[in-house]
């Protein structure tokens, strides 16, 4: 029985938060990782698992520690709207850095095929059709 999108996207959120590279046990081999919204040094657009792991490593390197609390998600069709609040710490710096978003993820046959992050909530139910 496959497991519902939400389900599927809060199970990638804690892989990730465990720092377990299994989280791309959740992508497709081919799916696109939209981030060129980012206010970030770290926006782009990388595609396929090698890319999606090569910016996780980058991350990584940087942030002591790195958290994404996934809140309020909402399931459409065949995507799902996530607010996320981000919490991080910097390996050298030891800057502390609290930060908000929303991402929207489509799937497909179970697996993440898109993510997209938005500024603002509204901005990601936009772009799913739920707003104006």
């Known amino acids: ?3 519902d999108n939400v389900e599927i996207v ?3 959120f804690e892989a990730r938060n465990r ?3 299994g989280c791309l046990d959740y992508i497709e081999a081919d799916a696109e990782f939209d981030l060129s919204e980012s206010r970030s040094p770290y926006h782009g657009i990388y595609r ?3 890319q999606i792991r090569k910016h996780w490593e980058t991350l990584r390197e ?3 520690e790195a958290e994404m609390h996934p809140e309020e998600p909402v399931a459409v069709g065949d995507h799902v709207v996530v607010t996320v609040r981000v919490s991080a710490r910097g ?3 030891g800057v502390q850095l609290q930060g908000f978003g929303a991402n929207v993820y489509t799937l497909r046959d179970g697996k993440i095929v898109r993510f997209k992050l938005f500024q603002t909530r509204a ?3 936009k772009a799913v ?3 104006d």
Do not use: C, K, Y
Request: charged share 20%; no cysteine; glycine share 16%.
């Open 129 to 131: 059709g739920l707003a």
């Open 1 to 3: 029985m496959p497991r």
């Open 19 to 21: 720092g377990d590279l």
């Open 91 to 93: 390996r050298s710096s």
């Open 62 to 64: 940087a942030w002591a």
């Open 48 to 50: 396929g698992h090698e």
């Open 123 to 125: 901005e990601a139910l």
């Open 10 to 12: 809060q199970g990638f």
